[in-house]
C-alpha cells in the first residue's frame, strides 16, 4: 500500500492591518479591541481590500513559479459559526489568485518538486474561548476576525509524512524569506490540514480520503499523517471501508478522532462576493513587486557552495533563515574568510541562541563584533580558545573585542623566548612524564600541551607550541 | 415545479431560517415564481459570453496597509445580547473531537 497526501496550508499575512478593513492585526492584545463595524459584520459595512495583502500573494505567487490571475474574484463561503461574524468568509472560489505553482523539497531521494493547485486569499475567522471561565457558554475574540490569509493547496503529490513536514519546512522558509509571515506554527500564524489516503502501490486510483486537522507543529504533522496511514491500511486489510470524514488530531491521545459531522456542513453555497469589485493585476504591478523580491533559499544556497566554496551542508545550515544568512554574509564581510565565518556561525553563533532562546537580532554579539573577533583570529593576535572566550564574554556583557583583549590580556603570544621559558618550566616541573615521552609514549603530547596552555592562561599559539616542545623533547 | 418543499428546508436549515407550514407554501410559490422566469432567461444563448462577476465595471478598489482607530472595546460589545470580561457570550460550541 501507498499514501497520497495533499496539504492545505494557511499563512496568516504579516500585514499591518487585516484584509478588509483598517483595525491592526497585532497577536495577543486584549480581547475585541481590534474591530469596526467591517470586521464585526455589521449591517451595511462594506470591506475595502488592502492592497498589501494582493502585494503579499504576488511574492508568493513568483517565488512558487504560480500562474498570476489577470483577474481574480472574491465569494462567500456561507456557513453558520460564532467565530465568524457575518455567517460567511470572504474567500476565492473558481477564480483565485495564484495557480499551477510548485515548491522543491529536500528528501532522502533527492529533489522532489511538488505542485500547488492553487493559493487564495481570504480572512480570518475570530478565537473561541472555551476556558473554565465560561460555564455552559464559549466566549468570542474577534480582535484576529478578518486577519488576511492565503491557503496554498498543494497537489496530492506527498507520500511520506517526512516528505509532509520538509514541504511545510521548506514553506515556512520560503514566507520568510518573503517576510509576508512569521512562519509560527505554534501561535497559528501558519496552520497545515492534511488530506490523506492510501491505495494499493502503483495504482492510478485515489482512495477514500481523510482530511485532518489541528497539526501545530512539525512533529504532530508527521505523528497525525503516520497514525492515519496505518489506520487506514489496517482497516482496508481487514476488509473494512474507509469513510470520508474530517478529522482532528489530538496530540494528547496520540489519535485522529472524527469530528461530528452535521450532514450539510459542507455545502458552503458559494456566490461572487456583490461587495468586492474583481481583483485586476498587469504585468506592470508584477514586475514592480518582483524589483522587490528578495534573494530565494535556493539561489542564495547554490550562490554560497559555488562562490564561497562551502559545503552544501554548511550552505543548508546558513540559508535556513533569512535573518541567519544576512548575519552570515555581514559578519563576511569584516571577516573576509567564509570557511572560518561559516563556522564560527554555524557553531558558536546557533549554540548561543539555542542556549538563551533569544532571536539574532537580539545578541550582543553582533555581525561586526563577530567580524572583529574572527579578524584577529586570522592575524595571529587570538587562538582560538580565547576567540571563543571573548565569544562568549560578549555575548553576556557586551563590549568590543579588542578592548576585552586587552583588559584580560589575551592576546595570543608569539614571543618565542617567552614560549621557551614556558616550555622550559613544563618540561622541569614533570620530569618523569618528560623521560616517558622520550622513550616512545608520544601520546603524552597532549598533556604537555595542556599545562603549557594553562601557563601562558591560553595565550601561547598552539602551532609554535607544539614546535618547540618537539623540538625539546627530541 | 423547480424547487421542492424539502430543498427550501433544507436551504432554511443552512441560513438558521424558521417559518411555520404556511409560510412555506407562500415562500415555495414566490420562490417558484422566480426561479421560473430565471429558466426562461436560460433559454438565451450564452455559449460565448463570458460569467459576470460582479455588476461593477471597474476592478482594483484598494486602501493603503494603514491602521485608522477601531471600536473601543465598550463600543464593539454594545450590540451584544450577552457579554463576559469583554468576550461576546455565546451558548456553548462544542470543541469537536476533544
Ligand atoms: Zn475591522
Known sequence: MEAVIGLEVHIQLSTKTKAFCSCKTTYGNEENTQTCPVCLGMPGALPVLNKEVVDFAIKLGLATNSKIAEKSIFSRKNYFYPDLTKGYQISQYDKPILENGKLEIETENGLKSIGITRIHIEEDTGKSNHSENFVNSTGLDFNRCGTALLEIVSEPEIKTSKEASAYLAKLRQLVRYLEICDGNLEEGSMRCDANISVRETGSKKFGTRVEVKNMNSYKNVEKAIDYEIARQIKVLENGGKIIQMTALWNADKNQTIPMRTKEDSQDYRYFPEPDLVPLLIDENWIDEIRKTLPELPKTRKERFTRELCLSDYEANVLTSAKELADYFEKTLEISKDPKLTANFVSGEVLRLLKETKSELSELKITPEKLGKILTLLQTNKLNLQNAKKIFDEIAQNGSEPEKIMREKGLEQSLDTNELETWVSEVLAENPNEALRFKSGETKLQAFFMGKIMQKSRGKANAQLVTKVLLEKLK | ?98
Open chain 2, 1 to 98: 415545479m423547480p424547487v421542492s418543499h424539502a430543498e427550501i428546508l433544507k436551504i432554511a436549515k443552512l441560513a438558521k431560517l424558521e417559518f411555520s407550514e404556511k409560510n412555506l407554501e407562500k415562500l415555495s410559490k414566490d420562490l417558484n415564481n422566480i426561479l421560473n422566469y430565471v429558466e426562461l432567461l436560460k433559454e438565451i444563448d450564452t455559449e460565448n459570453i463570458e460569467t459576470l462577476d460582479s455588476i461593477h465595471e471597474t476592478g482594483n478598489v484598494l486602501r493603503k496597509d494603514e491602521i485608522l482607530s477601531s471600536l473601543s472595546k465598550e463600543n464593539a460589545l454594545t450590540n451584544a445580547p450577552e457579554t463576559q470580561n469583554g468576550f461576546f457570550k455565546v451558548p456553548k460550541v462544542v470543541q469537536e473531537g476533544n
